[in-house]
């Protein structure tokens, strides 16, 4: 009876456990779901803005190790002192060169010297302190070059020929010949110095004769002949057996040249158009051999040195402010301005007779004196 009455509760009890609910999942109601809902669109993430003071900074930095650029003066841009005179020389290689014209290239830096012995023609820079042939002597018929002037605007060297009374012009680039002049015999005849005008016209004094010459030269060319535009023994200038009219330099305005005359201390104007020559009135006398006109200044090689004057606007008169020389100068011929500084020749020619020149044969850059 009581084993019957236990197997009675085990059933009710196996009964009760196969009718009771399952068990429920419970959800905590503070904590969101990780779904989003699908109706709602998802934001677009936005950009933050680079702020407009802060640069950007670029790809590419300079290297640590390269240094930065210096620059080199050439002789021209040296600061000096107030009683600082600096002096440059520049080779010539040869024996017995005397040389005797300089003409600057201000495109190039460079300068070109003759000389009197054989024609060969030499081209500086003015950063190298040994000048190059630029041509041959002898090159096209050349024993001898006196007087040079560069034409920097048409590229053109001009040459003065001296008693070969031969002219010639060279392209200042290439080296090439353009044309040689031939210039009508006479005895005593001398073509020394040349000075080109803004245009490209060349103009030559023959210090032996009394002869003034004219080559024609512009952008499309040169001249096919030369042309005496002056007689000076017949304008008033005096012509004896020594030399005469020498250096000689155009005016800005192209209408007007400066003669020098070598062996009188006077200096005469001749207005080309006119035909006209009158002596310049100076202060003091003053003549010379190489002369270059700037900004109002006439630069003259006289008496072994350097001499200054101020012209007057119509360059009728002047009036010598400065005077100079330097222990480099050895008999001084002709003379080209660069910057603050000038280009002047040793000619050496007292020393060729007894052939004993004081090598090398130089050019001297000289700086001009504060007056």
């Not at 535009?229 to 000689?248: Q, R, T, W």
């Amino acid at each position: 009876m009581q084993k019957t009455f236990y197997i009675l509760l085990l059933l009710c009890w196996l009964v009760a456990c196969s009718n009771a609910a399952p068990t429920a999942t419970i959800e905590p109601t503070n904590v969101p779901s990780t779904t989003a809902p699908t109706d709602v669109p998802t934001p677009e993430p936005t950009e933050t803005p680079v702020p407009t003071d802060t640069p950007t900074p670029t790809n590419t930095p300079l290297p640590t190790d390269t240094p930065t650029p210096t620059f080199t003066p050439t002789p021209t841009e040296i600061p000096l002192s107030e009683t600082d005179v600096a002096t440059f020389e520049y080779a010539l290689v040869g024996d017995a060169v005397y040389p005797e014209g300089v003409a600057f290239d201000r495109p190039t830096n460079s300068f070109f010297v003759s000389s009197t012995t054989d024609g060969t023609l030499f081209r500086a820079s003015l950063s190298d302190p040994e000048a190059t042939i630029f041509s041959e002597a002898g090159a096209d018929g050349r024993s001898v070059a006196i007087g040079l002037a560069v034409d920097s605007t048409n590229r053109r060297l001009w040459v003065a020929g001296g008693a070969s009374q031969l002219i010639f012009v060279y392209d200042t680039d290439s080296g090439e010949l353009i044309k040689r002049y031939d210039l009508p015999s006479a005895e005593n005849s001398f073509i020394n110095d040349v000075a080109v005008d803004s245009i490209g016209n060349a103009y030559f004094t023959d210090s032996g004769v009394s002869r003034l010459f004219k080559i024609s030269g512009s952008s499309s060319g040169v001249g096919e002949s030369a042309e005496m535009i002056l007689d000076p023994a017949e304008a008033g200038v005096p012509y004896d057996a020594a030399f005469n009219l020498n250096g000689l330099a155009v005016t800005p305005d192209n209408q007007q040249i400066i003669l020098a005359h070598s062996s009188q201390p006077k200096l005469f104007l001749f207005t080309i158009n006119v035909g006209t020559v009158v002596e310049i009135d100076l202060d003091e006398g003053v003549g010379g051999d190489g002369i270059w006109l700037e900004n109002g200044l006439l630069y003259t090689v006289y008496n072994g040195g350097v001499t200054i004057v101020e012209m007057s606007s119509d360059y009728t008169s002047g009036e010598i402010v400065q005077q100079f020389t330097d222990p480099s100068f050895k008999s001084p011929t002709t003379l080209a301005k660069v910057g603050n500084r000038l280009l002047v020749v040793n000619a050496q020619f007292g020393a060729r007779a007894g052939g004993n020149p004081s090598l090398p044969f130089t050019v001297s850059s000289v700086f001009i004196p504060r007056q």
